[in-house]
T-cell receptor
Framework: ETGVTQTPRHLVMGMTNKKSLKCEQH?????MYWYKQSAKKPLELMFV???????ENNSVPSRFSPECPNSSHLFLHLHTLQPEDSALYLC?????????????FGAGSRLTVL | QKEVEQNSGPLSVPEGAIASLNCTYS??????FFWYRQYSGKSPELIMF????GDKEDGRFTAQLNKASQYVSLLIRDSQPSDSATYLC???????????FGAGTQVVVTP
């Protein structure tokens, strides 16, 4: 495996379900991110984990819960989502502190909430 | 609210012509600027980044930065059909990686 891998690629869930998105980076980076991409809107940063510290966008609802057990793995736990949460969820990683903070994105998890 | 603005397009460009994409940003403290390309159904991939005022060239791509006017642009020379994609401008104020993205400009290169 190379780069940033995300699973599942597609997820359909009901509003009462609980599911998780998984991300793994094989680049030796020290920071990982969750972004939300909705149609015709800018990418929205949801969470950043850097050097084991979490930084979050205060506008992200509590029904999204991140977990970063180590520098290579990142999860996004989902519960009681709303239809407006349907979007592409992108994981990214980068090496902070080494010049330009270039993000490498995973292929994304396409979420549909019914 | 710190914002990054881009024309949504689509920008139609004949094959072989130059595509010119513009991006303006509101945060004067922004330090680094990125252009990503996103094909339909795919994830964004980095084209290039720029720190300093002026031009930076990489193959057929040239990024131009003017901090005084708060804009960054991307030129694509000799446009190819494979350049048809959405181009995302991103701006960072620090090394935290809190990139602020624009909504993207869709480019369509017509043979």
């Amino acid at each position: 495996e190379t780069g940033v891998t995300q699973t599942p690629r597609h997820l359909v869930m009901g509003m009462t379900n609980k599911k998780s998105l998984k991300c793994e980076q094989h680049l030796g980076h020290n920071a990982m991110y969750w972004y939300k991409q909705s149609a015709k809107k800018p990418l929205e940063l949801m969470f950043v984990y850097s050097l084991e510290e979490r930084v979050e966008n205060n506008s992200v609802p509590s029904r999204f819960s991140p977990e970063c057990p180590n520098s290579s793995h990142l999860f996004l736990h989902l519960h009681t989502l709303q239809p407006e949460d349907s979007a592409l969820y992108l994981c990214a990683s980068s090496q902070q502190g080494s010049g330009a903070n270039v993000l490498t994105f995973g292929a994304g998890s396409r979420l549909t909430v019914l | 609210q710190k914002e990054v603005e881009q024309n949504s397009g689509p920008l139609s460009v004949p094959e072989g012509a130059i595509a010119s994409l513009n991006c303006t940003y509101s945060d004067r403290g922004s330090q680094s600027f990125f252009w990503y390309r996103q094909y339909s159904g795919k994830s964004p991939e980095l084209i290039m980044f720029i720190y300093s005022n002026g031009d930076k060239e990489d193959g057929r791509f040239t990024a131009q930065l003017n901090k005084a006017s708060q804009y960054v642009s991307l030129l694509i020379r000799d446009s190819q059909p494979s350049d048809s994609a959405t181009y995302l401008c991103a701006v960072a104020g620090d090394s935290w990686g809190k990139l602020q993205f624009g909504a993207g400009t869709q480019v369509v290169v017509t043979p």
